[in-house]
């Protein structure tokens, strides 16, 4: 899908007038956005303007106090998380959902092994092992032992780790929240060029970030939130890094 067929056929996942208050807070208010196969969007704003908040009723983790979500035309309610992972999102947060006791490979294959039955399991681990070397590699990602236990790797190990689980999971729409705030330079780069080869893969990617650079070299589209509000979405090649940084700022007046 290119770049203009944006706007064409039924979105992958729609929302509307998506609401989220906490108690007198509004967090997040009447949000109208539709997401396609096949497109990365970046949602920036302010601190504290509600991108989190949206992104987390996306992925079933918070429930909208008002509006709806739709998936593929049809209206969903995830009432848990895994509601949203069977719908097909993935996401990834910063405080990062790996199991510190488990080594890379098994965090890799977390509920997704290549079989169930332990004993079985153990025969396959070497197999296991050696498919999650050769997707490290394959993401350029600097992970010396899949051996190694998570609780002694650095926060961009970790990350990187949780990059290498989502693209074996397989999803229709990844989702980051500020991904590349734990990584090095080397996993930022292995980041990037992963969400493009997803969007290769027809994958929709919705990705907060603060670091201008990267939205503007990875995505189609940008969604500017403030105060809870969506308040503009630009195709990323009619606009620029000072109108964004404007709209954050000063909002649309
Ligand atoms: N669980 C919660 N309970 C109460 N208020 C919350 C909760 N989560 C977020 N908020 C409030 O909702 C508003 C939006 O927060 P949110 O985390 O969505 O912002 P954000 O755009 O992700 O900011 P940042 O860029 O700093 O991560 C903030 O005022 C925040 O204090
Ligand atoms: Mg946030």
Redesign the pocket.
Known sequence: MTHMDIGAGVPFIDTRDLGKR?GG?H??RDVSLSIYAGEVMAIV??????????IKMLAGDHAPTSGEIIVDGRKVEFKHPRDAKAAGIATIYQDLALCENLNVTDNIFLGNELTKNPLLRLLQSRKMHDEARALLDELGIGIPSTRELVVNMSGGQRQATTLARVAKAGARLLILD?PSAALGVRETRALLDLILRFRGQGKAILI?S?EMRDVFEITDRIAV?KR?ALIAVRRTKETTPDEIVSLIIKGNS
Do not use: C, P, W
Not at 46 to 53: C, E, Q, V
């Open positions: 906490y807070l967090a997040v704003g302010d601190n504290g303007a509600g991108k989190s908040t949206f500020e907060i603060h939130f809870g």
